[in-house]
């Protein structure tokens, strides 16, 4: 009854040498987070196929439910995130003629030159479900891996929020998660731990979690509540806070709500 | 003869929910790599034992040199870096008095709280060597694990500069690396493939590699040459790929030399 827990790889020496910054990473997690889910953790790599592999690796070793690969989808031969995967999963490069037509039909290649570079970029492992690019060319793709979900989006910003709104949130499920964030001030998470074991035990389908941090030399504490069971009432634990946070002489006020 | 590499692992749930971007690692990659090395890689955890304990597995299984880790040394409890590190490597967490020492000098705690959260900060793993955070107050540590180094550096990013500089740089042994970085165009890195080749084979201490990319939808190749060969004189590298490069139409120029 957790929140469902993305791992994030991206993809590119630009990353790794300073020359950009990681902003799908700030992105995706702070989206994933407001819809109800959690990056566990991210992974960055060289366009090199060997640090593809070992950071793959890594994300089917860990705990999160999906894993989502970012960048190397291009037409030029660095590129490399497809064939990388294909071969670290054993399984052939075959040209998606979905994901083809798709291409030619949005973006109409001029040249045989613009003709071979769509198709190296259709280009996706066996068994791969093609992720259409309305924002820019390269196709993603969707694999399950075992029992976890891979999915393979461009690493050009627009071109990555195009593609995880339209294929990887229906898959977080908003709909159905929801949760509280509650911001406390003047109470310590030692003093307040026994409420929250007894609330863990009163709802078993809920997953309440407290956050300790310091703003502005002040220490806050939050407390957040979530659930994919449509039947509890989060407010109830609410007012359970509310009421022990107040008897200590605590402030408290609901930061967040989905 | 490779180039000296790194593995980041930083440690801040605030990176991962999308609070804060990630501008330590963009420092690291880019001041290492003007160095002469290499971040191999990268992992962001949350504050979480188990989750540091994965990205310390991750990074001990990468191929880099040494390990880098930034964050979660600061007073309160949910900084738990040192303590994951102890408990991973099976070693005692025990008061560092010279890392104590230091800071009391530094910074003169006022109240009992505070001496307490010095000690708390000051409680390094066993066999750790401390160091001292002229900017701020939590010390980091520097361990050996088998071969390889790690040094535990704050999160703060000018703790993180200062103490980079201070005890990173050494190791990586700025004086010791030479290299250039040529900027090509109009020439592909295939055509110029078998005279990298050649240029390994004459010198054999020297790393050559080649990073094409696109600039502005142009095709541009670099190829880089580093060495800690002191009887090398990398221009004469430079000089064989610009005549072939010249005898073959395309540009190139000297972009970086250290």
Sequence with gaps: MGRVSAFIVNIGTELLIGRTINGNLQWLGSRIYSLGGEVLGSITVHDRKNQIAFALKC??????DFIITTGGLGPTYDDITMEAIAEWLGKKLVLNENALSFMIKLRKPMS???KKAYEK???LPEGS???FNYVGAAPGAMLLIGEKRLFVLPGVPREMKDMFERYVEPFIGHSVSRGIVTRIEEIFEAQISPLITKLTKSFPS???KSHPSMEYGKSVL???AWTQDSSVDLMEIYRELENFVKAHGGKINLENQT
Tied chains: 1, 2.
């Design 121 to 123: 970029m259709a280009t």
């Design 129 to 131: 479900t093609p992720l």
């Design 59 to 64: 994300a089917l070793n860990s705990e999160a």
């Design 112 to 114: 045989e030159e613009s």
């Design 222 to 224: 939050r407390i957040e």
């Design 206 to 208: 809920v997953y309440v």
